[in-house]
Nanobody, 126 residues
Framework: QVQVVESGGGLVQAGGSLRLSCAGS????????VGWFRQAPGKEREFVAA????????YYEDSVKGRFTISRDVYENTVTLQMNGLKPEDTADYYC???????????????????WGQGTQVTVSS
């Protein structure tokens, strides 16, 4: 019953910023922690950040700490990823999906997630 729609991607120069949005629907989405993932061409899908169902306890992959901020508007059923100081290596398709509530202890494995939206493309030029 989970449906997500990612948006906000685009083309930006290195050092620029983008704000991605994940709009979710369904009881599962509302009651679940949500994570952002990305996949670059020729690369495996990787975890980026996650946040709890209540909008608390953000968690980040090391390479984006200090640059990305994940937040959640529980009332609006949206999860955002504010990306600052973008680098060319951030270029990828970005996806959001519900994750297990133990994400603080075990970094979500994208291979164990069976549902994905269409994603939103982020391209960072140098």
């Amino acid at each position: 019953q989970v449906q997500v729609v990612e948006s906000g991607g685009g083309l930006v120069q290195a050092g620029g910023s983008l704000r991605l949005s994940c709009a979710g629907s369904g009881v599962t989405f509302r009651s679940s922690a949500v994570g952002w993932f990305r996949q670059a061409p020729g690369k495996e899908r990787e975890f980026v950040a996650a946040i709890g169902w209540s909008g608390r306890n953000p968690y980040y992959e090391d390479s984006v700490k200090g640059r990305f901020t994940i937040s959640r508007d529980v009332y609006e059923n949206t999860v955002t990823l504010q990306m600052n100081g973008l680098k060319p290596e951030d270029t990828a398709d970005y996806y959001c999906a519900p994750v297990l509530p133990n994400y603080l202890d075990y970094e979500p494995d994208p291979e164990k997630i069976g549902f994905w939206g269409q994603g939103t493309q982020v391209t960072v030029s140098s």
